[in-house]
């Protein structure tokens, strides 16, 4: 069983920076951030294939986060940068164990969860 350790979320007010990270204890395929606000579905922020050569962002963070990974740290990072207040929500790393998910964009292709961590973008 893999175990995801986050860390990075926390206050900042709108236009500013967070960089959110995620370390796994073990190997996995694809990984992502997703995000969950109050009374909303989980949603895909973004996805990276595990060679890092494929990428996926929601359409509402394109321009403003950029997701990177470390394979040789099994670890996943989510710059988010010129943050807006409807960018709060709990992010949720996740991974993959299956090879034939590349950069899944559904909650289901993802086998390993993280705790969550909080981002609130105060106006």
């Known amino acids: 069983q893999v175990q995801l350790v986050e860390s990075g979320g926390g206050l900042v007010q709108v236009g500013g920076s967070l960089r959110l990270s995620c370390a796994a204890s073990?190997?996995?395929?694809?990984m992502g951030w997703f995000r969950q606000a109050p009374g909303k579905e989980r949603e895909v922020v973004a996805v990276?294939?595990?060679?890092?050569?494929?990428?996926f962002y929601g359409d509402s963070v394109k321009g403003r986060f950029t997701i990177s990974r470390d394979s040789a740290k099994n670890s996943v990072y989510l710059q988010m940068n010129s943050l807006k207040p409807e960018d709060t929500a709990v992010y949720y790393c996740?991974?993959?164990?299956?090879?034939?998910?590349?950069?899944?964009?559904?909650?289901?292709?993802?086998?390993?969860w993280g705790q969550g961590t909080q981002v609130t973008v105060s106006s």
């Open positions: 996740a991974a993959s164990a299956r090879l034939t998910v590349v950069v899944g964009t559904s909650p289901r292709e993802y086998d390993y």
């Open positions: 990276i294939s595990r060679s890092g050569g494929s990428l």
């Open positions: 073990g190997r996995t395929y694809a």
